[in-house]
T-cell receptor
Framework: AQTVTQSQPEMSVQEAETVTLSCTYD???????LFWYKQPPSRQMILVIR??????QNATENRFSVNFQKAAKSFSLKISDSQLGDAAMYFC????????FGGGTRLMVKP | DVKVTQSSRYLVKRTGEKVFLECVQD?????MFWYRQDPGLGLRLIYF???????EKGDIPEGYSVSREKKERFSLILESASTNQTSMYLC??????????????FGPGTRLTVL
């Protein structure tokens, strides 16, 4: 069974600074996808960024980028120029046949 | 915009009651999912459906059942609610692919409290 681990239950960042959220996963598959989802206090979960395992290039979406290390099974999310609206729970997720979520990291943004 | 709606944001039920949670999506997605979300545990899959009248068990199906009579609607049923089913329940939908690689779109969640 696949597992996804987010080792940081909570993190905080000063507005306009950069923060990195960690995620590791365990799998024996070679073809899979990785996601970061964001869940603001209003609770509607939305996709932040997605990475295909066969692509070596790290995915980027505006201020959000990932550092995908396939051999290390690591998939961290970097948020640049943090904004107050980035405050949320962030979930890392892995999908082979089904989506498996990590336990989440609560990000607080200080003004 | 994809829209996934859930019938209630907050629900309070008593132990032993039968509980229905409804989810509707408007994007003609084949796949629909029910998760429960608990602090520190992330989201855990209860059941999913890849077509009308089709269902598959997820990681924690015990105490739950589901119904998918129409493509746009996926219901989660707690036959006899228990206090350990107090949780946030999230519905999601996606297009069907060979693997579950498509983005899932989530509803706003239902906070269920069982007294």
């Amino acid at each position: 069974a696949q597992t996804v681990t987010q080792s940081q239950p909570e993190m905080s960042v000063q507005e306009a600074e950069t923060v990195t959220l960690s995620c590791t996963y365990d799998t024996s598959e070679s073809d899979y996808y990785l996601f970061w989802y964001k869940q603001p206090p209003s609770r509607q979960m939305i996709l932040v960024i997605r990475q295909e395992a066969y692509k070596q290039q790290n995915a980027t979406e505006n201020r959000f980028s990932v550092n995908f290390q396939k051999a290390a099974k690591s998939f961290s999310l970097k948020i640049s120029d943090s904004q107050l609206g980035d405050a949320a729970m962030y979930f890392c997720a892995y999908t082979g046949n089904m989506l498996t979520f990590g336990g989440g990291t609560r990000l607080m943004v200080k003004p | 915009d994809v829209k996934v709606t859930q019938s209630s944001r907050y629900l309070v039920k008593r132990t032993g009651e039968k509980v229905f949670l409804e989810c509707v999506q408007d994007m003609d997605h084949e796949n629909m999912f029910w998760y429960r979300q608990d602090p520190g545990l992330g989201l855990r899959l209860i059941y999913f459906s890849y077509d009308v009248k089709m269902k598959e068990k997820g990681d924690i199906p015990e105490g739950y059942s589901v119904s998918r009579e129409k493509k746009e609607r996926f219901s989660l049923i707690l036959e006899s609610a228990s206090t350990n089913q107090t949780s946030m329940y999230l519905c999601a939908s996606s297009f069907r692919t060979a693997q579950s690689t498509d983005t899932q779109y989530f509803g706003p969640g239902t906070r269920l409290t069982v007294l």
